[in-house]
């Protein structure tokens, strides 16, 4: 343990989501931790994020880079959603990385499942598939994983890839949140019916300890990961598991699910028919043969943790 506190961590993106459970974790390990954020303050350093970000004031102590900080994806594109894709995950990404190639050691970076694409079909998405990103978030986020490698094959700094697909845990903001609204509210929800679709989840706790185990282990080195819970689930399935933490029964009405799909392009949600009616599965056996990793808390654990009520 003594030896990790001579290891400096920088996280970006420190006062969000996934970056403040991240900074929770390293500091629990004993790690020097700096969380940067460009809504930050005290004791997280304020930057703003892009092309021209000077990061000489701290990154020569740096060991561990763990770049959290991006524009996420916007339902609603415009020319300015556009170029904070391109100013924040291209250009700010690989402006961080170029000042850290010359003395951090392991520069880890978080991007999406949407590089491998939107949907899976037959089989589940492999860490070293082809990618197919389909829009300019991830499209963004594909652009700076293509970059990074060449930054790291040209350098010392080793690098770790990280595709997610939807996070969840206390405090998120995702269509599992507003799921678990409407259940408290006893609202009825038109998913009886899609009990036959995969959908891969993580909760942040297990994917924090993920980045803990990437952050260290030698075979983690210059690898591109996928990750979840390890545990696919339906949509019903997963509304059942919030309700399970809510201590509440779902009401669920059985539509079947071409009248969803109607339902859902005729009000122009394409997007939710993707996420609530569609498969999106990851394999995780290149991290069980890499790293001996498989997730710190079960599903059942890990649902509780994000829904249950407080009071």
């Not at 392991?106 to 999406?112: A, D, E, G, K, Q």
Request: with cysteine; proline share 4%.
């Amino acid at each position: 343990m003594a030896a990790l506190f001579k290891k400096k961590v920088l996280v970006t993106g420190s006062t969000g989501f996934i970056g403040s459970h991240v900074i929770n974790e390293f500091i629990n390990l004993g790690y020097q931790v700096i969380g940067v954020s460009h809504s930050a303050s005290s004791p997280h350093l304020k930057k703003d994020i892009n092309g021209f970000t000077d990061w000489t004031d701290i990154i020569k102590d740096i060991d561990i880079v763990i770049h959290c900080a991006a524009v996420t994806r916007q339902t609603k594109l415009s020319e300015s959603v556009l170029k904070s894709y391109e100013d924040v995950n291209f250009r700010g990404t690989i402006n961080l990385a170029e000042q850290a190639k010359d003395s951090v050691r392991r520069f880890i970076f978080l991007s999406t499942i949407k590089v491998n694409g939107e949907e899976t079909t037959k089989n589940k998405f492999l860490a070293d598939d082809a990618v197919k990103p389909l829009d300019p978030f991830a499209i963004s986020k594909k652009c700076a994983e293509v970059k990074l490698k060449e930054i790291s094959a040209s350098s010392k700094m080793e690098l770790v890839i990280i595709r997610p697909p939807l996070v969840y845990g206390v405090n998120q903001k995702s269509n599992l949140n507003r799921i678990a609204k409407y259940l408290d509210k006893k609202i009825p929800l038109p998913f009886g019916s899609i009990t036959s679709n995969s959908r891969s989840l993580i909760y942040v706790g297990n994917l924090v300890d993920f980045i803990h185990t990437c952050a260290e282990h030698k075979a983690a080195i210059n690898q591109t990961f996928l990750i979840s819970d390890d545990y696919d689930m339906s949509t019903t399935n997963i509304i059942h598991k919030i309700g399970n933490a809510l201590q509440l029964k779902p009401i669920l009405i059985p539509i079947p699910t071409p009248v969803l799909k109607m339902l859902f392009r005729v009000i122009g949600a394409h997007d939710y028919e993707v996420k609530l009616l569609g498969n999106l599965s990851v394999d995780l056996k290149k991290n069980k043969n890499l790293l001996n990793w498989k997730p710190k808390f079960s599903v059942d654990e890990a649902f509780n943790n994000s829904f249950k009520k407080t009071s």
